[in-house]
């Protein structure tokens, strides 16, 4: 049966730079053009998370050797960051459906804004990694200076900034248009530009990042989505995480999730903010399903062959 399906883009399929980033895209591309050849209607999110930080990284870099050269806002940075994720990953998926003959459904990549509260309590307490992993002792050297950082789901420390829940997408107009016209829409990358609407009525960026699995649910949401997939690095949601005990879930129910996250079965900047985004959706839509799983696996999740589906 054909579905309308949100799905978020986990860093696996991205890579963590340019290199990694090309390559990995034809691999993703593969998956979701099995899901178009099976009929389904797709609208995909990606994350940015190295790629903001090294754009951010690249400015300051650039405004310390040239002063001619500005430190962009992080609301420009995603904004970039949209754009050029957005080229590869439509390169590559209108490519891998030429291949197979599939010519009737263009990709096209939506510079996407997302409202944000500016008295989000977010912006006091900056917890949203980006930009490169690094050692403690260079992570001590940023921190001495005033620059924010955590350690990231024992994978190393990085930067940090306030990560701030979206309210409203602002071109969600644009990208039913394009649903309507057959096409594939890339939105809301990295989890949109956050912006804030002040009291001269304009939107104007904020120094933030929003996370791609809350702005995905979000999408999911407004579009009356039947699904949300959310890809990440691992076949199913797990409780007991790297314990010998470790138990992986087919069925997840908005109750065994709220009392999974009481007992902090999941990892905060990791599992958590995934299986939070699930529970937004299906809260919201009860009659759709959310499905966390691995990017290869994602066929086989739709078919409830693996993955853990989350249902209200």
């Known amino acids: 049966m054909k579905k309308r399906i949100v799905i978020a883009l986990g860093g696996n399929a991205l890579g963590d ?12 591309a593969k ?17 940015n ?27 420009v940075c995603v904004a970039l960051s949209q754009g050029y994720i957005g080229y590869d990953l439509q390169n590559a998926l209108d490519r891998e459906l030429y291949l197979r003959g599939i010519k009737n459904n ?10 944000v509260d500016p008295n989000d309590p977010a912006f006091k307490n900056p917890t949203k990694p980006v930009g490169s992993f690094m050692t403690e002792a260079e992570a001590e050297k940023l921190k001495a200076q005033g620059v924010p950082v955590m350690e990231d789901a024992g994978r190393g420390w990085r930067r940090v900034v306030a990560s701030p829940m979206p309210m409203r997408i602002i071109e969600i107009e644009s990208i039913k ?17 956050p912006v804030v609407l002040w009291s001269d009525e304009q939107f104007h960026g904020a120094y933030a990042v929003i996370d791609k699995d809350f702005a995905s649910a979000k999408l999911a949401e407004a579009l009356n989505a039947d699904m949300l997939i959310i890809l990440t690095a691992v076949e199913k949601v797990a409780i007991n995480f790297g314990k010998s005990n470790q138990r992986g879930l087919d069925i997840l129910s908005a109750a065994e999730a709220e009392k999974y996250i009481a007992e902090n079965q999941f990892a905060k ?33 739709i078919e409830g062959k693996t993955g853990t589906k989350i249902i209200a």
């Open 269 to 301: 900047g990791s599992m958590l903010p995934k299986v939070q985004a699930a529970l937004s959706f299906v809260r919201k839509n009860p009659s759709g399903t959310a499905l966390i799983t691995e990017l290869k696996k994602a066929k086989e999740g």
């Open 31 to 47: 998956a979701i053009a099995d899901l178009v050849e099976a009929g389904h209607e797709i609208v995909l999110v990606h994350g």
């Open 106 to 115: 263009p990709v096209a990549t939506i510079i996407t804004q997302v409202e």
């Open 17 to 28: 730079n340019l290199k990694e980033q090309m390559d990995a895209v034809k691999t993703t």
């Open 177 to 193: 248009a394009l649903l309507a016209a057959g096409q594939i829409p890339i939105a809301a990358g990295g989890g949109g530009i």
């Open 49 to 75: 998370g190295p790629q903001v930080g090294m754009i951010n990284n690249a400015f300051e870099t650039a405004s310390k050797a040239d002063w001619h050269f500005p430190v962009l806002p992080m609301s």
